[in-house]
């Protein structure tokens, strides 16, 4: 897999249903620890919600996912959420529904019906992108090389991480897996230049 689908930016929309909203929030999430923090800030924006449920997947391999109920009944809201997040084979992405109770009782299929609703409808309103898998290679350079590393940077569009740039230079990039092989053969060409894999 050379490619996975994402978004890069944070929407909402809202669904109604016999007096309940729902809102949806979508934004782009790469790792379990920035979870806590979203939903903290949801919470805060949010605050005299009577539900916060939500369904998130990040990685490549499909495996790393949570799914919350947040007091509805078992299957109602997290599941249904996943599930949108599922058909568009989307990861790195958390969607958080928040609901304001209207008084009325929505059942089951209700509820599974206005948690997929207001997911589907947030993610209407926000561009799914592609984007390359990447490899992180950690660079260590002399100054006077950096015009050759940008270059092939720049070339096969690898994401710069992280850079500090001094008289020696260090630089995290991301390196597109699909391109791997030649991006290395060409920055072990620069002399003076020394490559690392990054561990994720």
Request: a positive charge; proline letters at 4%; one cysteine or more.
């Amino acid at each position: 897999m050379d490619y996975y689908y994402t978004v890069e930016q944070r929407s909402t929309a809202e669904y109604k249903d016999r007096g309940s909203r729902f809102i949806a929030i979508v934004m782009p999430l790469t790792s379990a620890d920035d979870f806590k923090k979203e939903m903290d800030a949801v919470k805060k924006a949010y605050p005299k919600a009577s539900h916060y449920c939500f369904a998130y997947r990040i990685g490549l391999d499909g495996n790393q996912y949570r799914v919350s109920d947040a007091g509805e009944p078992s299957g109602t809201a997290g599941r249904p959420i996943f599930g949108v997040i599922e058909s568009k084979t989307l990861t790195n992405i958390l969607i958080v529904v928040v609901r304001y109770f209207g008084g009325s009782l929505l059942g089951v299929p209700g509820l599974i019906n206005a948690y997929r609703s207001a997911a589907v409808l947030a993610l209407q309103t926000v561009p799914v992108i592609q984007k390359s898998v990447e490899r992180l290679y950690y660079l260590h350079f002399d100054y006077t090389i950096l015009n050759d590393v940008m270059t092939i940077i720049k070339q096969f569009n690898c994401s710069i991480a992280d850079q500090q740039l001094q008289l020696f230079c260090q630089m995290t990039i991301g390196i597109p897996q699909n391109r791997l092989d030649e991006v290395l053969f060409k920055l072990k060409d620069i002399r003076g230049l020394e490559l690392q894999q990054k561990k994720l």
